[in-house]
């Protein structure tokens, strides 16, 4: 006898954590399990299981970007709240659920070059940082957290006082991701990362990508199944009305 759908919040996984969650506008399966599943933060890249990959597809309108904006922190949900709660390597609880705080949870917007307010792309990068005066060590932190971000994404080679409008789409997309890298983000979540590329720079990205979900968790939404399959650890369907469920990719 199939289950009936629960009324529940987006629920996900942060390094050996799980999010559990009460009452929203989202439905799922009772047997469905939303797990994202990343690296452990103690060990090294090297020695880390990459199964980092979680991606959503779906219809235009069942309420993918909603649901990311609800992990995200940028919309609340209709009645609960979203917890996070860590687990060890076997399997059991490290410490009592605490809410998910949108700090560590990294947005990348579908063209997202749209958003770029700089004039450069050192200023892009750091637009928005804390403006309060800081000491040597402060600004020597902020420093290497550019240059690792820079390095991350492979923009190393860009002047960094180049306009960023006067970037190809390729390396838009990867400013985008290092100006959430900077912050060292648990989560990055991306919508429709490949919309609007030419073949290279789609190319360009998922390779990209793949190098990233080594070092961080990625929950993606996107159409673009065939070219991010290969990426895929964990990947759900959500139908019309928020209704969320565990299910392979389609034969693409």
Known sequence: MASSPLIVSPVAVFGSTRIATAKSCFRRDFHFHFLLRVIQHSKSPATSPASNFGLIFGRSGSGKTTLLQLIAGLSKPTSGSIYIQRYGNDGKALQSAEELTPEKVGIV????????????????????????????????????????????????????????????????????????????????????????????????????????????????????????????????????????????????
Do not use: N
């Open 109 to 252: 917007f579908q063209f997202p070059e749209r958003y770029f307010v700089a004039d450069s792309v050192l200023e892009e990068v750091i637009f928005g940082w804390p403006r309060q005066r800081g000491g040597l060590q402060l600004k020597e932190l902020l420093a290497s957290k550019l240059q690792k971000a820079i390095i991350s994404v492979g923009m190393q080679g860009i002047p960094l006082d180049k306009d960023p409008h006067s970037l190809s789409g390729g390396y838009k997309r990867r400013l985008a991701l290092a100006i959430q890298l900077v912050q060292i983000p648990d989560l990055l979540i991306l919508d429709e990362p490949l919309a609007g590329l030419d073949w290279k720079a789609r190319a360009d990205v998922v390779k990209l990508l793949k190098h990233l979900k080594k070092e961080l968790t990625l929950l993606v939404v996107s159409h673009d199944l065939k070219e991010l399959a290969p990426l895929v650890d964990w990947s759900w369907k959500m139908e019309i009305g928020g209704v969320l469920k565990e299910e392979p990719l389609p034969a693409c």
